[in-house]
């Protein structure tokens, strides 16, 4: 009977790591090490040049406004509300079909003062990639933007978050670092402006990453009352660049706050 006992516990046992490890798969979690805001501004690297910053985020409550895997046919509204809120973003673009049909947002982007940044060709799982994968999801947008702009990006955003030591290597290796987020409204699951709206708000917080997708139909109208309700709680908007300042992202380093 022990043994019985003692055999149930170990299949049980069995299972429930079967199921943590599946569900560790279905969330897009990798393992990482990720560095915060507050500790890339605390150490920034020696000798190295920091970000101009138009406010010191250790008294200010700053928060960045990020979005993915555009341009689209709603980004040149959105970019005529961040002009009028005078806010500025950071946006991981993808190469294939945005960046390359959208020349003219991309150009408009970094004319602005918006943070240009990569967001792969073809947005792959890049750890399902070995090197080569993903040094070509990498450097086909790096190229592309340069070409558009002049300036290849320093940040990058893996697609689901999700990174591992061969995405860092690579990254490392074309002078990007990962960035991922603290709040996201989930927005490609809803066209409900209300609603993402108010995910956001309920995530938001002193240092935080919002991730939002500018080529989702409910997110550009939800922009506004985001940014409003965000200023009257007393925050500043700033990019990323901006937010690790006086750090500079390094590159193959995760930043989560």
Known sequence: MPWNISASGSRTAAALAAVASLTLALSGCSSYEATSPRDARSHPAEGARAEAAPVDC???????????????????????????????????????????????????????????????????RLTDLD?????????????????????????????????????????????????????????????????????????????????LHDIYDGTVPAVPGIIRKLKKRGYTFVTVPQLLAPGRAEPGTVYKP
């Not at 809120?85 to 602005?112: I, Q």
């Not at 893996?158 to 061969?166: A, E, F, I, S, V």
């Open 58 to 124: 250790e008294q200010a409550r700053c928060i960045a406004l990020t979005f993915d895997a555009g341009p689209g046919k709603d980004t040149a509204r959105l970019l005529d509300t961040l002009k009028r809120e005078k806010v500025p973003a950071t946006f991981f673009l993808l190469g294939k079909n945005h960046v390359v049909k959208h020349p003219d947002l991309v150009r408009r982007m970094a004319r602005e003062g918006h943070e240009i940044a990569n967001h792969t060709w073809t947005h792959k």
């Open 131 to 211: 090197a080569d994968g993903v040094r070509e999801e990498l450097s086909r947008t790096q190229d592309a933007i340069a070409e558009i702009t002049g300036r290849e990006p320093t940040l990058m955003r893996p697609p689901q978050g999700r990174t591992d030591d061969t995405v860092a290597a690579v990254s490392r290796e074309l002078g990007l670092a990962q960035i991922l987020w603290s709040a996201t409204a989930k927005d490609y699951s809803t066209t409900d402006s209300a609603l993402i709206e108010r995910r956001i708000l309920d995530q938001a917080g002193r240092d935080g990453i919002i991730l």
